[in-house]
């Protein structure tokens, strides 16, 4: 039998405890409590961002132009930024971050215009179809995230969460988070 005639193997997670005995057996000082964590908290992510993905392409809109919608809302009303505060938010370059405007602009997320004070800043703001498209977003969002904690009590989600956060602040207390360029 050749290669050729072997049947197609899907790739397959393995599962935590069969990944940590390989760590462990190609890297015996691994500690397997800490690796099962970080480990989870990878798939989670990884798995979140394909079902967020998901969501607000059925919106139609990428998880790039939701991360705008997203800073956008964060600043309060009247929700507008200058294109290079939005790009420092985001950690993107001006140039990507002035090709993802360009997309918005033609989608009727957002607009671009001069700022009247000062005719050379440009101001981005969100419009009633960007904010209507991130609360459908958000409610969708809080149906899968209620779904996915839905066995975790009150408490133990208060727990979690203050957990996350302490860890969160270990990666590095000064850093934001950053979207990646796109």
């Known amino acids: 039998m050749t290669a050729a005639d072997e049947p ?4 397959t997670e393995l599962d935590l405890d069969e990944q940590i005995a390989i760590y462990q057996r190609e890297f015996p000082e691994v500690d397997p ?7 989870a908290l990878q798939r989670l992510n990884r798995r979140m961002n394909v079902a967020y993905g998901r969501q607000v392409a059925d919106l139609g809109i990428s998880n790039a ?5 997203k800073a956008l809302v964060l600043v309060g009303k009247p929700y507008r930024l ?3 505060d939005l790009a420092k938010r985001l950690g993107l370059t001006p ?3 002035t090709h993802r405007i360009d997309r918005m602009v033609a989608e009727g997320l957002v607009t671009r215009e001069r700022d009247e004070s000062n005719r050379v800043r440009v101001i981005v703001e969100l419009t009633d179809e960007g904010r209507g498209k991130w609360l459908e977003a958000m409610r969708m969002a809080a149906g899968f ?3 996915l904690l839905q066995d975790l ?10 957990m996350l956060t302490r860890v969160l602040h270990r990666v590095d207390p000064d850093a934001t ?4 360029a796109g």
């Open 145 to 147: 995230e209620a779904q």
């Open 65 to 69: 132009e939701w991360e705008v919608l």
């Open 153 to 162: 009590s009150s408490e133990e989600l208060s727990t979690l969460g203050g």
């Open 177 to 180: 988070d950053v979207a990646d």
């Open 33 to 39: 409590q800490i690796e099962k964590v970080v480990s």
């Open 8 to 11: 197609a193997h899907e790739p």
């Open 82 to 84: 200058g294109p290079g």
């Open 95 to 97: 140039a990507a971050m």
